[in-house]
């Protein structure tokens, strides 16, 4: 990414993807603490100064996908993330937002940036409820952007019945163990995705949303 997107003190300018869903004031409010420059916008000005982009997310992948293209935000994505390269990052429903398609109610096309679809979560164990809400550990690769530095037991919070089966499995960098293991955190490029919430990981989650803060493409 051409330097002089960034301010002149090297600092992201972020713009969390407002498209009517999601825990934005959360996601928002990790951001000012750890001093980057945020805002909430579905203007297309806003998205194409930001050097970095959030899309957040709890709902439906179909509710997801009707807003992102009732907000006209679809058209302006695809040329900021896929043709300028700017980098991203999907939490939760944003994750799965990324997929070709996903499978709830009915099928429905995604923004197609990461090859593989949405579904429902199988439960493995007669303990195992869903949604899958609550705190667990992942496991991480070596070579994780979002995970660099962090050494200690990677735990985070999720709240989720549906999950993203990636074709490529080498962009995983992330899995989780429970209902039989998913994945749990993707990196492709400039495309970053957890399904976890990092805005309600506590100090963890704002190393990992930092270290996405910090990542420059190219």
């Known amino acids: 990414m051409?330097?002089?997107?960034?301010?002149?003190?090297?600092?992201?300018?972020?713009?969390?993807?407002?498209?009517?869903?999601?825990n934005i004031t959360s996601v928002y409010n990790a951001i000012k603490t750890l001093g980057f420059n945020v805002n909430i916008s579905n203007?297309?000005?806003?998205?194409?100064?930001?050097?970095?982009?959030?899309?957040p997310g709890v709902g439906s992948f179909y509710s997801g996908m009707k807003n992102l293209q009732e907000y006209d935000l679809i058209d302006i994505l695809n040329h900021e993330v896929i043709k300028k390269k700017k980098p991203i990052l999907g939490i939760c429903l944003g994750m799965q937002l990324l997929a070709s398609f996903g499978h709830e109610?009915?099928?429905?096309?995604?923004?197609?940036?990461?090859?593989?679809?949405?579904?429902?979560?199988?439960?493995?164990?007669?303990?195992?409820?869903?949604?899958?809400?609550?705190?667990?550990?992942?496991?991480?690769?070596?070579?994780?952007?979002?995970?660099?530095?962090?050494?200690e037991n990677l735990v985070f919070y999720f709240v989720h019945s549906y999950h993203l089966i990636p074709e490529d499995k080498t962009i995983i960098t992330g899995l989780c163990d429970y209902a039989g293991g998913f994945v749990a955190m993707i990196e492709s490029e400039n495309i970053f995705g957890t399904q976890?919430?990092?805005?309600k990981s506590h100090d963890i989650g704002q190393r990992l949303i930092d270290n996405f803060l910090n990542y420059r493409a190219g």
Not at 196 to 199: G, I, L, M, Q, T
């Open 105 to 151: 109610s009915k099928y429905c096309e995604g923004l197609g940036w990461v090859k593989g679809a949405v579904k429902r979560m199988n439960k493995k164990l007669e303990s195992e409820k869903l949604p899958h809400m609550g705190w667990n550990n992942l496991s991480a690769t070596s070579n994780s952007t979002l995970a660099k530095n962090i050494t």
């Open 196 to 199: 976890f919430h990092p805005e």
């Open 43 to 55: 203007n297309h000005s806003d998205i194409e100064k930001a050097t970095h982009l959030i899309l």
């Open 2 to 22: 051409p330097k002089d997107l960034f301010s002149a003190e090297g600092f992201a300018q972020v713009c969390i993807i407002d498209y009517g869903l999601g």
